[in-house]
């Protein structure tokens, strides 16, 4: 009998004290095993390196770094945070406004508040009005954060692409240098959100392609509704980010190029309502959180208007519209609005200025003495190393497609050519898709809206370079590197608005409509 104790002590650990501590191994041991396999469905562990860890190391500083030094100069309203901060205000005190964009990109900015204590008494009547006590600082911190996770996100999506660590930086270092992306996560603005879930989204696809080649079932789940989650999130801060959804549901759907097969109908419907799901919950918060009469009253029917508390139409007993019926009607008036903007704009530039970086866009200037000769400004352009590196790129990538095209049935299925050819072909698809709103539709657009066609312009430029022959590829990298942080700290002035003399800013206007 006192064998048999001994026995099950041994096996089973007494019930006090080593019984106790077998157990909390035991859930420790699930919870580290769960955590791996999380992990391990973002980061495959055969692909990453040493390497890969530093570069991603360093990317974060550097993109802190860039994104949050004087990140609270100007002390002022600049540019579009004269309409966002005005969003923000009106989350706070709970009345109902009418933007062109969805909600999403607002009530971030708004959580983002409401946790580092944003005090809403800021009125943005102004332009250039200065904000005192107001923590602006906490909503531009919240641009910032999604700029910074931006970089090396953008070395993942890279890696992915079974691009090389060194490829890979060269992809984050566009990102992390390129004025665009950089000024828009510095201020109380939502592109740099509309930039992180777009390239989330395009990452989450990526891995949702590789799970399904790999015929793993639940990693392909999990990837689905992940991706529609992104895609959902990205549409939800701009309509103009369709065109990611756009490219993932179009090579999901047909079998494209990093697929061996089409995904299964019942897989694209689960990704699809995934992103729907999300869509429809942003509005309803948006609802939710506006129960008092405000600057939007007018853009929705008097059977909605009723139930806004101060609204001349106002009535007590009045129910709610339904849910679908208040978003239905309201997306009508944003797609109506926005089909609406036809009036001109002084800063305003066409689709082909782009990528050629033909004209800027002044978001913010004052002059810095009582003689007028020092003045400080911030001015969008994109960095001119990272967008002429990208039109040549796009060009090579051209003649290769020619060459591919006439000599495609002597290549090899495994060559890096054909590799090139066919991941190229989705990221040159991606950035047209892009574009296409603006070339279709006759309204005033501005450099911003580039934004996540660049993101691919970047991406295929990455990529072309990694095919580069290894024995020259360090040094062309090298150069690369050389010229992109040359252009930022040349034109770092126009980002953080540094004085300098009127004389010092005229050298920096190299093209005729930078001005």
């Known amino acids: 009998m006192e064998s048999t104790k001994k026995a099950a002590t041994v096996r089973y650990g007494s019930p006090k004290g080593n019984g106790s501590v077998g157990r909390s191994h035991v859930h420790k041991s699930k919870r580290n095993h769960l955590k791996n396999k999380l992990v391990s469905l973002f980061f495959e562990q055969s692909q990453i390196c040493k390497a890969d860890y530093w570069n991603l190391l360093l990317l974060f500083l550097l993109a802190f770094t860039t994104r949050f030094w004087r990140l609270f100069y100007p002390a002022a ?14 989350y706070f005190k709970h009345q109902y406004y009418f933007d062109i964009h969805p909600p999403l990109g607002k009530l971030i900015l708004y959580l983002g508040g409401l946790l580092g204590g944003y005090n809403p008494g800021f009125l943005y009547d102004a332009i250039g009005a200065e904000y005192g006590d107001t923590k602006f600082q906490v909503l531009r911190s919240v641009s910032a954060i999604f700029g910074v996770l931006s970089v090396p996100l953008m070395y993942l999506t890279c890696r992915e692409l079974k691009i090389s660590p060194m490829g890979s930086f060269v992809g984050a270092s566009m990102v992390l240098f390129d004025f665009l992306s950089l000024i828009e996560s510095r201020l109380i603005l939502v592109d740099s959100q509309l930039l992180f879930f777009c390239m989330i989204s395009f990452y989450s696809a990526l891995k949702l392609w590789k799970c399904k080649k790999e015929h793993r079932k639940k990693s392909v789940l999990f990837f689905l509704v992940l991706t529609g ?8 801060v701009k309509w103009t980010a369709l065109a990611t959804p756009g490219i993932i549901a ?18 694209c419907l689960v990704a699809g309502l995934s992103g729907i799901i999300v869509y429809l919950s942003v509005f309803y918060i948006h609802f ?7 600057t939007g009253d007018a853009f929705m029917k008097p059977e909605f208007q009723k139930t806004l508390i101060g609204n001349p139409f106002y009535h007590p007993a009045a129910t709610r519209q339904p849910f679908l019926k208040s978003f239905l009607q309201l997306n009508q008036e944003m797609f109506r609005a926005n089909k609406g903007i036809k009036d001109r704009h002084p800063w305003e ?36 190393a990272v967008m002429y590196l990208c039109l040549l790129c796009a060009l090579i990538f051209f003649l290769c497609t020619i060459f591919f095209g006439r000599y495609r049935y002597k290549i090899s299925s495994k060559s890096d ?5 066919e991941k ?5 698809a991606a950035y047209a898709l892009n574009l296409l709103p603006y070339i279709a539709v006759e309204r005033s657009a501005f450099l911003y809206h580039y934004i996540p066609g660049l993101f691919y312009a970047e991406l295929l430029t990455a990529l072309v370079i990694d095919r580069f022959p290894k024995s020259y590829k360090l040094a062309l990298v090298i150069l690369i590197l050389t010229l992109e942080v040359a252009a930022f700290i040349y034109w770092a002035p126009w980002v953080y608005a540094i004085s300098l003399s009127k004389v010092a800013h005229d050298k920096r206007r190299w093209l005729p409509r930078w001005n």
Do not use: A
């Open 229 to 236: 989650f992104f895609c959902g999130c990205s549409i939800s």
């Open 424 to 428: 190229g072909s989705i990221l040159c």
């Open 288 to 294: 939710q959180l506006l129960p008092y009469s405000g």
């Open 77 to 90: 309203v600049v540019f579009d945070e004269f309409h966002f901060g005005k969003f923000v205000t009106w």
């Open 250 to 267: 179009i090579v999901s759907f047909f079998g494209l190029h990093f697929l061996d097969e089409p995904l299964e109908l019942w897989e």
């Open 417 to 421: 050519l054909r590799s090139l050819m």
């Open 349 to 384: 530039s066409k689709w082909y200025e782009w990528p050629l970086n033909l004209r800027g866009l002044l978001y913010f200037v004052q002059d810095d003495d009582e003689d007028e000769t020092r003045m400080s400004q911030i001015y969008l352009i994109g960095n001119p």
